[in-house]
């Protein structure tokens, strides 16, 4: 038995936790809005309840109180008053009910000791309520002036009758009340239509109620009553016990009538709490509910679905917001993996196909030799097929290199921006090289600077005039900087006529955007304009960074507007077999994007006047000092309160 006792107790905890998965699992399955309601109306139904009872046993003391309060200061009017009373039997104004027990030895006609009850109620049909009280004086268990509850017993009278005597004995009534006839009816005295001490008397024969008695006043008898006892003294001398009651049938019908009220009053405010509830539930699952449909067409690949937004005070609303930011973020990540996933595809692509045709040309030559070294003239064709050998893998090594700059610039390595440059230096060599590659070509050095906004049709713009050239030092890797350089003007050469002319512009201006947030800017006019945008507030409130701005401009055949933004990717060329014939590998703008984003700097190509192509190149300086921008923030609030916009007002 001992050792089957632990497996009982653990037999008992598993049946237990069994019920209660049982249970937690039925539960789980019920709607939240099904918990909800259940829950509102659980504790509408509780405080209905509560409230209900706590006023029934308010009312309920209260009204027994005011009864003992009635009996306790109205007791000795009512015995001194008892043949006034008594002629009122059917009366409003006796409602009281008034017995005496004499302990001083007075007895009835039948020798017991005598009970006079002057003052007995009577309702419908003769039918009489007579509470239960102690017998022969008996007083154990009850405390005089301190009122009781009794129970009562439902009496009818069925006779009465009118007697007279001149004996002292008989001047009390001399039937007890619990003594049966010769009919076996109970009897008793009603009450002394005299004073005690009187002659005549009044006696009254009751028996159980008849079949056909008024249900109503049977069932008013049968309530309590409450009972207040007390001593009855004659010359100094206790004679009798006096018990003075009124029926509780009053404060029970109200009682009753409230209670019935308190349910009926409950039960519209439980169905219409339960009504609400269900509205105001069902209306705030609304949203959550539109957040499970938009998560399914999400999770069924639409990603551009969003939640319907909501106040932001509310939980459903600030969740909304918080998945609707989401949402953007993975749409996003999702569409850059994809551009990543398709850019990588196409680079690949690219890569073979661009290593391919050199590979392809050395693999063609070299068979081309092995056929032909038995002919004649054998020896000048080998060197015209190493010649050819040569061309492609010098393309194929300049292919790899580029390659490998891309990765190691993608990687963040090859490059160190801690450096100093001297920018104007780099640009000089830059049109030195352009005046050697094409010494025929026109070439102009301009300063560039910020033309503000007349209107609205002439927007903020960056103007070319002639002028010398700032000397601008930048933080940056000089190496990588020359090479975009080199690879624009590369460009130029390569693309455009040798007659047409070039204009390289330079120069220094604030703008209020940060390096990091320019440089992940795309490749666009669009962000050109939104450079320009920040160049303007950066010169009217002298905030923000110091950039230097480098501006290629070539007036050749240009590039399409649907065209431009692929200048930048990898392995484009606008004409694939002039690039080749011209030695171009489709890498070097890639190359370039990738240095000066690595220098939170921003390029891209738009559009020249006229036509042609024009490179902007924009690399942060350094950040303006705070006190700068605070005096001139504070010259600019001087301006501001000497004249007004309409014609030179001064301001107050």
């Given at each position: 038995?001992?050792?089957?006792a632990p497996?009982a107790?653990?037999?008992m905890?598993?049946?237990?936790?069994?019920?209660k998965?049982?249970?937690f699992g039925?539960f789980?399955?019920?709607?939240?809005?099904?918990?909800?309601?259940?829950?509102?109306?659980?504790?509408?139904?509780?405080g209905?309840?509560v409230?209900?009872f706590?006023?029934?046993?308010l009312?309920s003391?209260?009204?027994?109180?005011?009864?003992?309060?009635?009996l306790?200061?109205?007791?000795?009017?009512?015995?001194?008053?008892?043949?006034?009373?008594?002629?009122?039997?059917?009366?409003?104004?006796?409602?009281?009910?008034?017995q005496?027990q004499?302990?001083?030895?007075?007895?009835?006609?039948?020798?017991n000791?005598l009970?006079?009850?002057p003052l007995?109620?009577?309702?419908?049909?003769?039918?009489?309520?007579?509470p239960v009280?102690?017998?022969d004086?008996?007083t154990?268990?009850?405390?005089f002036g301190q009122?009781?509850?009794?129970?009562?017993?439902?009496?009818?009278?069925?006779?009465?009758?009118?007697?007279?005597?001149?004996?002292?004995?008989?001047t009390?009534?001399?039937?007890?009340?619990?003594?049966?006839?010769?009919?076996?009816?109970d009897?008793g005295?009603?009450?002394?239509?005299n004073?005690?001490n009187?002659?005549?008397?009044?006696?009254t024969?009751l028996?159980?109620?008849?079949?056909?008695a008024?249900?109503?006043a049977?069932?008013t008898a049968?309530?309590?009553?409450?009972?207040l006892p007390?001593?009855f003294?004659?010359?100094?001398?206790?004679?009798?016990?006096v018990y003075i009651?009124l029926?509780?049938s009053?404060?029970?019908?109200?009682v009753?009538?409230?209670?019935r009220?308190?349910?009926?009053?409950?039960?519209?405010?439980?169905?219409?709490?339960g009504?609400l509830?269900?509205?105001?539930?069902?209306?705030?699952?609304?949203?959550?509910k539109?957040m499970?449909?938009t998560?399914?067409?999400i999770?069924?690949?639409?990603?551009?679905q969003r939640i319907?937004?909501a106040?932001?005070n509310?939980?459903v609303?600030s969740?909304?917001?918080s998945?609707n930011t989401?949402?953007?973020?993975i749409?996003?990540?999702?569409?850059?993996?994809e551009?990543?996933t398709?850019k990588?595809?196409?680079?690949?692509s690219d890569a073979?196909?661009?290593l391919?045709?050199?590979?392809a040309?050395?693999?063609g030559?070299a068979?081309?030799?092995?056929?032909q070294?038995?002919m004649?003239g054998?020896?000048d064709r080998?060197?015209?097929?190493?010649?050819h050998i040569?061309?492609s893998?010098?393309r194929?090594?300049v292919l790899?290199?580029?390659?490998?700059?891309l990765?190691?610039?993608?990687?963040?390595?090859g490059?160190?921006v801690t450096?100093?440059?001297?920018?104007?230096?780099l640009?000089?060599?830059a049109?030195?090289?352009?005046?050697?590659l094409?010494?025929y070509r026109a070439?102009?050095?301009m300063?560039?600077?910020?033309?503000?906004?007349r209107d609205?049709?002439?927007?903020a713009?960056?103007?070319l005039?002639?002028?010398?050239w700032p000397?601008?030092?930048l933080p940056g890797?000089?190496?990588?900087l020359?090479?975009?350089?080199?690879?624009i003007?590369?460009n130029?050469?390569?693309?455009?006529?040798?007659d047409?002319?070039?204009?390289?512009?330079?120069g220094?201006?604030?703008a209020?955007i940060d390096?990091?947030?320019l440089s992940?800017?795309p490749?666009?006019d669009?962000s050109m304009r939104?450079?320009?945008?920040?160049?303007?507030?950066?010169a009217?409130?002298?905030t923000?960074?110091?950039?230097?701005?480098?501006?290629?401009?070539?007036?050749?055949?240009?590039?399409p507007?649907?065209?431009?933004p692929?200048i930048f990717?990898r392995?484009?060329?606008?004409?694939?077999s002039?690039?080749?014939?011209?030695?171009?590998t489709?890498?070097?703008m890639?190359?370039?994007?990738?240095?000066?984003k690595?220098?939170?700097?921003?390029?891209?190509?738009t559009?020249?006047d006229?036509?042609g192509?024009?490179?902007?190149?924009?690399?942060?300086?350094?950040?303006?000092?705070?006190?700068?921008?605070?005096?001139t923030?504070g010259k600019?609030?001087?301006?501001?309160?000497?004249s007004?916009w309409?014609?030179?007002?001064?301001?107050?």
């Amino acid at each position: 038995m001992p050792a089957s006792a632990p497996e009982a107790v653990a037999r008992m905890k598993e049946h237990h936790n069994r019920k209660k998965n049982m249970f937690f699992g039925h539960f789980d399955r019920i709607s939240l809005s099904s918990k909800l309601v259940a829950c509102t109306i659980a504790v509408l139904l509780i405080g209905v309840s509560v409230i209900s009872f706590s006023i029934r046993a308010l009312v309920s003391n209260y009204m027994l109180s005011k009864t003992d309060n009635q009996l306790k200061s109205q007791s000795q009017m009512v015995f001194e008053n008892i043949v006034t009373l008594a002629k009122n039997d059917n009366a409003g104004p006796n409602s009281y009910f008034l017995q005496i027990q004499y302990t001083d030895g007075t007895l009835d006609n039948e020798g017991n000791p005598l009970v006079v009850t002057p003052l007995m109620p009577q309702l419908q049909d003769g039918i009489v309520s007579v509470p239960v009280l102690p017998t022969d004086g008996d007083t154990s268990g009850i405390t005089f002036g301190q009122p009781f509850t009794t129970q009562a017993v439902v009496k009818q009278v069925v006779q009465v009758q009118n007697n007279s005597s001149d004996s002292n004995n008989t001047t009390k009534p001399q039937t007890d009340p619990n003594t049966q006839d010769d009919a076996g009816n109970d009897a008793g005295n009603s009450g002394s239509k005299n004073a005690p001490n009187s002659s005549n008397s009044v006696t009254t024969i009751l028996s159980n109620p008849s079949s056909n008695a008024n249900h109503a006043a049977v069932s008013t008898a049968r309530s309590p009553w409450r009972i207040l006892p007390m001593t009855f003294t004659e010359n100094g001398k206790e004679r009798a016990v006096v018990y003075i009651g009124l029926s509780l049938s009053d404060q029970i019908d109200i009682v009753s009538t409230l209670s019935r009220y308190c349910v009926v009053v409950g039960i519209a405010v439980v169905l219409l709490g339960g009504s609400l509830a269900t509205l105001i539930i069902q209306h705030t699952m609304t949203p959550l509910k539109r957040m499970e449909k938009t998560a399914a067409k999400i999770a069924a690949g639409d990603l551009s679905q969003r939640i319907p937004s909501a106040p932001e005070n509310t939980e459903v609303g600030s969740l909304a917001a918080s998945l609707n930011t989401m949402l953007t973020r993975i749409e996003l990540s999702f569409h850059e993996q994809e551009e990543t996933t398709d850019k990588m595809k196409r680079f690949v692509s690219d890569a073979s196909h661009e290593l391919r045709t050199p590979l392809a040309a050395i693999h063609g030559y070299a068979e081309l030799y092995k056929m032909q070294r038995d002919m004649p003239g054998a020896l000048d064709r080998a060197d015209e097929s190493i010649e050819h050998i040569e061309r492609s893998s010098q393309r194929m090594t300049v292919l790899v290199e580029d390659l490998l700059s891309l990765a190691r610039l993608d990687e963040g390595r090859g490059i160190d921006v801690t450096g100093t440059v001297k920018l104007s230096s780099l640009v000089t060599d830059a049109v030195d090289d352009l005046h050697a590659l094409d010494p025929y070509r026109a070439i102009g050095r301009m300063l560039i600077g910020l033309e503000p906004a007349r209107d609205l049709n002439h927007p903020a713009s960056l103007s070319l005039t002639e002028g010398d050239w700032p000397t601008i030092t930048l933080p940056g890797d000089a190496s990588r900087l020359r090479q975009v350089v080199t690879n624009i003007v590369g460009n130029i050469h390569r693309y455009t006529p040798i007659d047409s002319s070039a204009e390289i512009a330079l120069g220094v201006m604030p703008a209020a955007i940060d390096p990091k947030q320019l440089s992940g800017l795309p490749a666009t006019d669009a962000s050109m304009r939104r450079f320009v945008e920040a160049a303007e507030v950066g010169a009217s409130m002298s905030t923000g960074y110091r950039y230097a701005v480098l501006r290629f401009v070539d007036h050749g055949p240009g590039v399409p507007d649907e065209s431009r933004p692929k200048i930048f990717e990898r392995f484009y060329t606008a004409d694939p077999s002039r690039a080749r014939e011209k030695g171009g590998t489709g890498l070097g703008m890639a190359i370039a994007q990738s240095v000066v984003k690595a220098h939170h700097g921003f390029i891209c190509a738009t559009a020249t006047d006229g036509g042609g192509l024009t490179f902007t190149v924009v690399l942060p300086i350094e950040q303006m000092p705070a006190a700068q921008s605070a005096q001139t923030a504070g010259k600019t609030k001087e301006a501001k309160q000497k004249s007004s916009w309409f014609g030179g007002e001064r301001k107050s």
